[in-house]
């Protein structure tokens, strides 16, 4: 009736307020700082030890870059974005399989798309199609949520995309999948039973893998890549000698674990000698002597250059600039228009707080070291692209939250 109404002219359609549909000012800001910061700091961890080196240089054009198309989708409603969903994810779903025919091979992984100008990283883009794809189909009515067939439906879009970037592999991206898919699955009305049931499945699973990787005799471990099961040993701090292993087997074991747990060991030894207020820009012992390898320090273990070089304060003003981030995020979802802006916002919000929560946690121990970059502090252009499209998206929200 109402909607009849304003189509036949007896009401005024509603309009904006200006001040309404104004940015969210704190997010930009935030986000300007973030980007200062880590031009800053990856020009500190890369000219170390290489004076000519103008990675920073790269990293500010793609920072301009991912504003402009930031920008660019604020000029249209995500409603209309949303429409092309089934589009975006079936596309980076292509790329996906596409790297495994024509990707550029570094570190032992597949996982790029060698452009010339460009290292193009699919799993990065699948990551936002993904979250728009997965809010556009759980925006249905309530009822047809606590269907079960919807439900696998729902897991099996969070499934694909999970199982192609594991090939690659990269167990790091392709595990954030799953508290994306759980947590925009859970706001949108899944019932908390599915979930339980899921968690409860996958838990176990976990578990299984970890006895198995840490206790069973070689022949009967899962197989796994040798870089991932080292990695999780350092975590765990299990000796990479076996049981029956001879003394020249144990102590060749004893040096592949030493080179294996170098870098998390040393980022950990960056962030503790920081201090207060840390030793000065340019001026970090373990990133200018090269202790903190110069192939992670401006990526994966950015941090740990913050925060030797500026200490425990720098590193508590990058934390609070991502938690002003998160903090708008859910103040977003909190005030969006409808379930679609909801949950597009919970997926950005739930894949900021991933990243940095990893990230941050491989530089001082507390989880395993994965690869996952910090958002627009650590180097890579596919990243940094992604990392603001995600503030893009979640300002597009904001802007039309009050439109019909």
């Known amino acids: 009736m109402m909607l009849a109404q304003y189509s036949t002219g007896i ?10 549909r104004a940015l969210e000012w704190p997010l930009l800001i935030a986000m300007v700082a973030l980007m200062v910061i880590g031009a800053i700091f990856i020009y500190s961890a890369s000219t170390a030890t290489d004076p000519t080196s103008r990675l920073y ?9 991912g504003v402009v198309a930031a920008a660019v989708l604020c000029l249209v409603d995500y409603a209309t974005i949303a429409r092309w969903a089934t589009v975006f994810y079936w596309a980076t779903i292509l790329l996906l399989a596409a790297v495994f025919v024509v990707g550029t091979k570094r570190f032992g992984a597949t996982r790029w798309i060698d452009l010339g100008f460009f290292q193009f990283q699919p799993s990065e883009f699948a990551k936002l199609a993904f979250i728009v794809m997965q809010a556009n189909y759980l925006s249905r009515p309530i009822e047809e949520l606590r269907s079960p067939g919807v439900f696998l439906r729902s897991l099996g879009l969070t499934l694909l995309p999970f ?39 996958a838990g176990l699973l976990i578990i299984l893998l970890l006895v198995d ?41 004893r040096e592949l674990q030493r080179q294996k747990s170098y870098n ?20 970090g012992t373990q990133n200018s002597l090269g202790y903190l390898p ?28 991502y938690g002003l ?36 946690g491989m530089n001082i ?28 998206i979640l300002q597009n929200v904001h802007i039309y939250r009050r439109s019909y």
């Not at 200490?311 to 609070?320: A, C, H, R």
């Open 11 to 20: 009401f005024p359609s509603p309009k904006i307020n200006p001040r309404e």
């Open 57 to 65: 240089l790269r990293q500010i054009f793609f920072y301009v870059v």
């Open 163 to 201: 199982v192609l970037i594991l090939k690659e592999p990269d167990l790091g991206s392709a595990l954030l999948f799953f508290p994306m898919g759980l947590v925009m699955m859970f706001v949108a009305g899944t019932p908390p039973k599915f979930l339980l049931r899921f968690l409860s499945g």
């Open 213 to 253: 990787i840490l206790f069973a005799p070689p022949r009967w471990q899962i197989k796994l890549e040798d870089y991932q099961r080292h990695r999780l040993l350092v975590y765990f701090g299990k000796d990479f000698a076996q049981r029956d292993a001879t003394p020249a087997e144990r102590q060749r074991a």
């Open 264 to 283: 998390v060991d040393q980022a950990l030894i960056s962030v503790g000698s920081g201090g207060l207020t840390g030793k000065g820009w340019r001026q």
């Open 294 to 321: 110069r192939a992670v320090a401006h990526n994966d273990f950015i941090f740990s250059v913050i925060a030797e070089e500026k200490g425990f304060l720098g590193s508590v003003t990058v934390l609070t600039l």
């Open 325 to 360: 981030v998160l903090f708008i995020g859910i103040k977003i979802a909190g005030q969006a228009r409808d379930r679609l802006g909801k949950l597009l916002a919970v997926g950005v919000v739930t894949l900021v707080f991933s990243h940095v929560f990893i990230n941050i």
């Open 365 to 392: 121990r507390l989880m395993p070291v994965t690869g996952i970059p910090l958002p627009l502090l650590s180097y890579g252009g596919s990243s940094v692209l992604c990392s603001l499209i995600a503030i893009g």
